[in-house]
């Protein structure tokens, strides 16, 4: 199979590239600079300029899936200007891979779009929230982002392809993103939870999250899918965990949600939110995960 992937080079984007590799897949990634374009026989880079409009077209030849991730990182100041930027580049990403599909000959069936858990609303009473049963109702920035993404990605199927949104938790990896942070005041002895330390963390390993997205792709699957490992905990606990990890001490108090929204602005909806999303709707489509429990994951990205 030949796959076409967008922010192929990002945490994410790249796990599954090497993934796809491993399996004896060809992947081809899309980039904004020409020292990133590689033409090896199961990796090629090809240019695209999501604010111009352009794009190689070369990109989808003989590319039978497309997986978009790319967008601007929503960890940031959320000025107004920042969060134009990234509700754009995810919107306008989308719609350049759209026309570049119609107005093109092509053998691709099937397109597998990034999304997060955070299309759902701040529950704290821990119902498990599954796709198809909750609607998403979430009023917040990041959920407008995510519910916008979904919308235009849903425009694939009008063009007769298979169409997929996975709806990314918190990712825990070895090489940076979430984990690192939230691990790093740990290790100096300044770890704590966040505001009243009760909010659902619904996360997942990147091994498992990348085995969800080529796993969709192999079973030509489509609709929503949370890609959340089974047993989500909340702040406090996990923090205290990735202490027990570490053997060092989580024993500050939590920092209080006043204190979090002053440093981070509209931002600390990310940090605060409480989403316990449900993966059962991919397990029973034959998923199996290889990192269910937070500890068996931090022992392998911590020790």
Same mark, same amino acid.
């Given at each position: 199979?030949?796959?076409?992937?967008?922010?192929?080079?990002?945490?994410? *984007?790249?796990?599954? $590239?090497?993934?796809?590799?491993?399996?004896?897949?060809?992947?081809?990634?899309?980039?904004?600079?020409?020292?990133?374009?590689?033409?090896?026989?199961?990796?090629?880079?090809?240019?695209?300029?999501? +604010?111009?409009?352009?794009?190689?077209?070369?990109?989808?030849?003989? =590319?039978?899936?497309?997986?978009?991730?790319?967008?601007?990182?929503?960890?940031? /100041?959320?000025?107004?200007?920042? /969060?134009?930027?990234?509700?754009?580049?995810? %919107?306008?990403?989308?719609?350049?891979?759209?026309?570049?599909?119609?107005?093109?000959?092509?053998?691709?069936?099937? =397109?597998?779009?990034?999304?997060? %858990?955070?299309?759902?609303?701040?529950?704290?009473?821990?119902?498990?929230?599954?796709?198809?049963?909750?609607?998403?109702?979430?009023?917040?920035?990041?959920?407008?982002?995510?519910?916008?993404?979904?919308?235009?990605?849903?425009?694939?199927?009008?063009?007769?392809?298979?169409?997929?949104?996975?709806?990314?938790?918190?990712?825990?990896?070895?090489?940076? *993103?979430?984990?690192? #942070?939230?691990?790093?005041? =740990?290790?100096?002895?300044?770890?704590?939870?966040?505001?009243?330390? /009760?909010?659902?963390?619904?996360? %997942?390993?990147?091994?498992?999250?990348?085995?969800?997205?080529?796993?969709?792709? +192999?079973?030509?699957?489509?609709?929503?899918?949370?890609?959340?490992?089974?047993?989500?905990?909340?702040?406090?606990?996990?923090?205290?965990?990735?202490? +027990?990890?570490?053997?060092?001490?989580?024993?500050?108090?939590?920092?209080?949600?006043?204190?979090? +929204?002053?440093?981070?602005?509209?931002? $600390?909806?990310? =940090?605060?939110?409480?989403?316990?999303?449900?993966?059962?709707?991919? #397990?029973?489509?034959?998923?199996?995960?290889?990192?269910?429990?937070?500890?068996?994951?931090? /022992?392998?990205?911590?020790?």
């Amino acid at each position: 199979m030949v796959v076409l992937i967008t922010g192929a080079t990002g945490l994410v *984007g790249s796990k599954i $590239s090497e993934d796809l590799r491993s399996q004896g897949h060809r992947v081809h990634y899309l980039t904004t600079r020409k020292s990133a374009v590689k033409n090896e026989a199961a990796y090629k880079g090809f240019l695209w300029d999501v +604010k111009k409009g352009t794009i190689d077209a070369s990109c989808i030849h003989g =590319v039978e899936a497309i997986i978009h991730l790319a967008g601007e990182t929503v960890f940031q /100041k959320w000025t107004d200007d920042a /969060k134009k930027r990234i509700l754009n580049s995810r %919107i306008n990403s989308t719609e350049l891979l759209l026309r570049l599909l119609q107005e093109s000959d092509h053998q691709v069936k099937q =397109v597998v779009t990034a999304s997060a %858990i955070g299309i759902y609303p701040d529950d704290q009473n821990g119902q498990a929230l599954r796709e198809n049963e909750i609607p998403p109702t979430a009023t917040n920035f990041l959920a407008d982002v995510c519910i916008a993404w979904e919308e235009v990605g849903a425009k694939f199927q009008d063009l007769g392809l298979k169409h997929a949104a996975v709806r990314i938790g918190i990712v825990l990896s070895d090489k940076g *993103g979430a984990l690192d #942070q939230m691990a790093k005041p =740990v290790k100096f002895y300044a770890g704590t939870g966040f505001g009243n330390g /009760k909010m659902w963390q619904s996360w %997942i390993a990147i091994e498992d999250l990348s085995g969800i997205f080529i796993h969709i792709l +192999k079973n030509t699957l489509e609709g929503n899918y949370n890609a959340v490992a089974p047993h989500p905990i909340r702040n406090r606990p996990m923090m205290e965990l990735i202490g +027990k990890v570490l053997g060092k001490p989580v024993f500050l108090p939590n920092v209080p949600e006043f204190v979090m +929204k002053l440093m981070l602005g509209e931002m $600390s909806s990310i =940090v605060l939110a409480s989403q316990h999303a449900s993966s059962a709707k991919i #397990q029973e489509k034959g998923y199996q995960f290889h990192y269910p429990e937070l500890e068996g994951a931090l /022992k392998e990205y911590l020790e």
